[in-house]
């Protein structure tokens, strides 16, 4: 049921999904941390006009939940 869920959420087919999901835990996905940080800090940058209080990052995140 899961991979059914996915393949929907990510408007797959559910063979597609399991391709995907085996290519993923094959291949993996490196990250570059200096590419992280600079996302991280241009991300910051745009929102350093709209802060965001613990109370309402916790209720966006229960929200977006099903």
Do not use: W
């Amino acid at each position: 049921m899961r991979v059914k869920q996915l393949a929907e959420t990510n408007r797959r087919s559910i063979n597609s999904k399991v391709i995907a999901c085996i290519e993923r835990a094959v291949y993996g996905q490196r990250v570059e941390p200096k590419a992280v940080l600079t996302k991280a800090r241009k991300l910051r940058e745009k929102t350093v006009d709209y802060p965001l209080g613990d109370d309402e990052f916790t209720q966006a995140k229960v929200v977006g939940r099903p």
